[in-house]
């Protein structure tokens, strides 16, 4: 629910207590205001504007009463009844390599009662200082590359900012654990390293390493084979 708070500061009472206030507005425009809203009769010096239409402008203004009557309206203020909007969820990895790695994400429904304008990419290769990038808000995806400092090899991590007219969304979750990285390149010069001896019947292979790894170390090596078959190649 869209909500306006306004207040302001009483003037001069005249000579006499002022006993209350009444609220002028504009219900949907930016002309002049034109009929009351709501009258206090406590003289508090605050309102709150509820079962506002999101992304409307609304103009309100004030005038005070004591005994003897009304005084002028007070200069009017003008309000889009609009808030920050929600964040979007927790990017996701869709795509990595050694030289750029790639995040997407998916907004709020909530956008503040108005449109969404931007989304903000922070980083961790900054310390998440400054926006990594800005894209337009009919964009949900966002690739950084050397131009912008990914290091081969290094581990990122990424979140995102909704942007509307009023201001920034709190930041979304943390998308961790993103490795500028490859897969590494097949192994080399696979060999039986031994002979097959009926009293052991073992075979001992050895190859070398990849020659890229990636940007990353390699972790493991997987053995395939054909289980045992008289001929054929391995699945």
């Known amino acids: 629910m869209i909500t306006i708070d ?6 001069s009472n005249g000579g006499s207590t002022i006993t209350s206030y009444e609220i002028w507005w504009n219900s949907g425009g ?3 205001v034109s009929s009351v809203l709501y009258t206090n009769t406590n003289a508090a010096t605050t309102y709150k504007a509820t079962g506002l239409t ?3 402008y609304y103009v309100f203004a004030v005038k005070a009463y004591n005994i003897v009557g009304s005084s002028d309206l007070s200069t009017s203020v ?16 869709v795509a990595a390599s050694s030289v750029s790695v790639t995040i997407q994400w998916t907004p709020s429904a909530q956008t503040g009662g108005t449109p969404l304008t931007t989304f903000l ?8 200082a400054s926006p990594l990038g800005a894209v337009a808000s009919t ?4 690739t950084a590359d050397a131009s ?5 090899g290094q581990s990122y991590q990424f979140y995102v900012i909704s942007v509307n007219v009023i201001g920034n969304s709190a930041a979304s979750g943390t998308l961790s654990n993103v490795i500028s990285a490859n897969v590494p390149t097949v192994p080399l010069n696979l060999i039986r390293a031994t002979t097959v001896t009926p009293v052991d019947s073992k075979i001992t292979l050895d190859w070398d390493p990849s020659s890229s790894s990636g940007g990353s170390d390699i972790l493991t090596y997987e ?5 045992g078959t008289i001929a054929g190649p391995y699945p």
């Open 6 to 11: 306004i207040n302001w500061a009483a003037g």
């Open 30 to 32: 930016t002309g002049p």
């Open 54 to 56: 999101p992304g409307f």
């Open 78 to 93: 003008t309000i889009m009844s609009a808030t920050v909007p929600d964040p979007p969820n927790t990017p996701t990895s």
């Open 121 to 128: 990419v922070y980083w961790s290769g900054n310390n998440f």
């Open 139 to 142: 964009v949900t995806q966002f």
């Open 148 to 152: 912008n400092g990914i290091v081969i």
């Open 223 to 227: 053995i395939w084979w054909n289980g």
